[in-house]
T-cell receptor, first 108, second 112 residues
């Protein structure tokens, strides 16, 4: 079960790219990195996941370093609705604790 | 497609009363099922998980219990609630290790 560390909070101007970092130095070789976000009083929502290669979908891009010890979630054009808590986790074993994630605030 | 249902959405219970939260998954078989709790302003903490009918693993000692009477049904219970049981309870499923989680909409429990 990879331990992840993320900054507690970040601000981003509306329309700008939001770059959210995550360190996962203990991730195992076959363990995926998953990103979720949680809007207040809702269940976490899947955003994107990756193993080694960078990934992109309609919501975000995921950049994983070559050594897989860290990754960055990129929201290319942040909107006010992207204000949420963002979690990154390793997918291997059952995740005992998601951590407090990064609280992203998009500022008008 | 797979869907997960969790109810009720909100619940206010007095201290010492029993609890039963139910979660069901549709559109898949033999899912791994999870109960997480989130205290106010905190991260998600795993309470129980199940890899099959009747198989329950507990991660945190507490006065809660879980059961899986059917393949796609996961129930969180308590015989006597404590004030500290207040929180946001989330059910989730996934196919197994290395797969992502799909979460229910959560139950906000307030013990008074």
């Amino acid at each position: 079960d990879a331990k992840t560390t993320q900054p507690t909070s970040m601000d981003c101007a509306e329309g700008r790219a939001a770059n959210l970092p995550c360190n996962h130095s203990t991730i195992s070789g076959n363990e995926y990195v998953y990103w979720y976000r949680q809007i207040h009083s809702q269940g976490p929502q899947y955003i994107i996941h990756g193993l080694k290669n960078n990934e992109t979908n309609e919501m975000a891009s995921l950049i994983i370093t070559e050594d897989r010890k860290s990754s960055t979630l990129i929201l290319p054009h942040a909107t006010l609705r992207d204000t949420a808590v963002y979690y990154c986790i390793g997918s291997g074993a059952n995740n005992l604790f998601f951590g407090t994630g990064t609280r992203l605030t998009v500022i008008p | 497609s797979q869907t997960i249902h969790q109810w009720p959405a909100t619940l206010v219970q007095p201290v010492g009363s029993p609890l039963s939260l139910e979660c069901t998954v549709e559109g898949t078989s033999n899912p791994n099922l999870y109960w997480y709790r989130q205290a106010a302003g905190r991260g998600l903490q795993l309470l129980f998980y199940s890899v099959g009918i009747g198989q329950i693993s507990s991660e945190v000692p507490q006065n809660l219990s879980a059961s899986r009477p059917q393949d796609r049904q996961f129930i969180l219970s308590s015989k006597k609630l404590l004030l500290s049981d207040s929180g946001f309870y989330l059910c989730a499923w996934r196919w197994g290790a290395n797969y992502g989680y799909t979460f229910g909409s959560g139950t906000r429990l307030t013990v008074v």
